[in-house]
């Protein structure tokens, strides 16, 4: 069975960062915003459109989703089409060959190719001195409005997680490895983490 | 500052054999019981009583705890000691020389020492199987006997850990990397997990 890599994060957590490393240091492909690509390929929906329902779409919604597909019902059609050609996409991915999956719920819908599921998180003020580094020339936040983008945007990816699962997102039993970036420079723990990660799919064989 | 690496665990998930093989990998001492031993020399209490105390005590407690160091005054004056010298033993490891210390709350305990924690965990399915490959030959328990006993004594250790910290024991927000003993092999993880370790105090120096 082919490795499959899935990472979950919080927003400004480096969770990205950790999968295009892990990626380079494994040479593996990395899928993210590729994604997206595929999914407009598929429904003829603009990227932008797409994006803007990744980032938002999901706490806009007026109404109560109970955690299950079958809500998909209670779903505009747009968003249906997304989610399913996003199953889809992925599904595509993971039978490809090994792969690192960052974010779209990859954790819960690849749950049958047996992935090594990661969750990387911070503490706050960490996160928000990562997106300030990050930050565009003209982008002028301030400390209260990245924290409440950051909470925002993880607030969206936790309603996504519970749509198309029963896991709840930040929940650690969903993951086989969770790591803390307040305290850790990222590029000095790849080699190690790839290594772990190895030796995850080598017991497993 | 010397190097502290805390492990918390849930029953039955690995997390003592964590830290003994991080220990004999790293070359540094390990803690477990030896902390009940230093108990017992400072308070003059037996070190049965101040296990049972470890396992059970808390939990039996009728009344409700607030969160914070000034509800000892609950506590009857047995536990209050064990309380009290079971800071002073760990802090007096911590500054003798890096160490591995599991249990006992020493990740808040000892916060003050920047120590690495670890959380460990695994599926009840995975700690069952556990237990049952440590008992003795004389322990014959059910399945349900194993899930009821593992659910008791992490109750007991949330509870303790409750009564020592603001910090709940589950929140991963409190570690630096939770490890999912579910689906791997401890002692083929214990070399990039002891390298992981020693980047994150590279990189604080």
Request: charged fraction near 30%; hydrophobic fraction near 30%; aromatic fraction near 10%.
């Given at each position: 069975?082919?490795?499959?890599?899935?990472?979950?994060?919080?927003f400004?957590?480096?969770?990205?960062?950790?999968?295009?490393?892990?990626?380079?240091?494994?040479?593996?492909?990395?899928?993210?915003?590729?994604?997206?690509?595929?999914?407009?390929?598929?429904?003829?929906?603009?990227?932008?459109?797409?994006?803007?329902?990744?980032e938002?779409?999901?706490?806009?919604?007026?109404?109560?989703?109970?955690?299950?597909?079958?809500?998909?019902?209670?779903?505009?059609?747009?968003?249906?089409?997304?989610?399913?050609?996003?199953?889809?996409?992925?599904?595509?991915?993971?039978?490809?060959?090994?792969?690192?999956?960052?974010?779209?719920?990859?954790?819960?819908?690849?749950?049958?190719?047996?992935?090594?599921?990661?969750?990387?998180?911070?503490?706050?003020?960490?996160?928000?001195?990562?997106?300030?580094?990050?930050?565009?020339?003209?982008?002028?936040?301030?400390?209260?409005?990245?924290?409440?983008k950051i909470?925002k945007v993880d607030?969206n990816r936790?309603?996504?997680?519970?749509?198309?699962?029963?896991?709840?997102?930040?929940?650690?039993?969903?993951?086989?490895?969770?790591?803390?970036?307040?305290?850790?420079?990222?590029?000095?723990?790849?080699?190690?983490?790839?290594?772990?990660?190895?030796?995850?799919?080598?017991?497993?064989?």
């Amino acid at each position: 069975m082919n490795r499959i890599i899935t990472i979950s994060r919080e927003f400004g957590s480096g969770g990205r960062e950790i999968g295009k490393r892990l990626a380079d240091e494994l040479k593996i492909p990395y899928y993210d915003r590729e994604i997206i690509t595929e999914i407009a390929k598929e429904t003829g929906m603009t990227q932008e459109y797409i994006n803007k329902f990744s980032e938002t779409g999901i706490t806009n919604y007026p109404f109560q989703f109970a955690k299950s597909f079958t809500t998909y019902s209670g779903l505009q059609s747009g968003m249906i089409q997304i989610l399913i050609s996003q199953q889809k996409v992925l599904k595509e991915i993971a039978k490809k060959g090994d792969c690192i999956i960052v974010g779209r719920g990859a954790d819960v819908i690849l749950k049958d190719y047996d992935p090594f599921n990661i969750f990387v998180y911070a503490d706050m003020k960490s996160k928000i001195k990562r997106c300030k580094e990050k930050a565009s020339q003209e982008e002028d936040f301030t400390d209260k409005e990245y924290k409440n983008k950051i909470l925002k945007v993880d607030k969206n990816r936790r309603k996504y997680h519970d749509v198309i699962s029963n896991a709840e997102w930040e929940n650690k039993e969903n993951y086989d490895l969770c790591i803390n970036t307040s305290n850790i420079e990222i590029k000095k723990v790849i080699v190690p983490l790839s290594n772990y990660i190895k030796e995850f799919f080598g017991g497993r064989q």
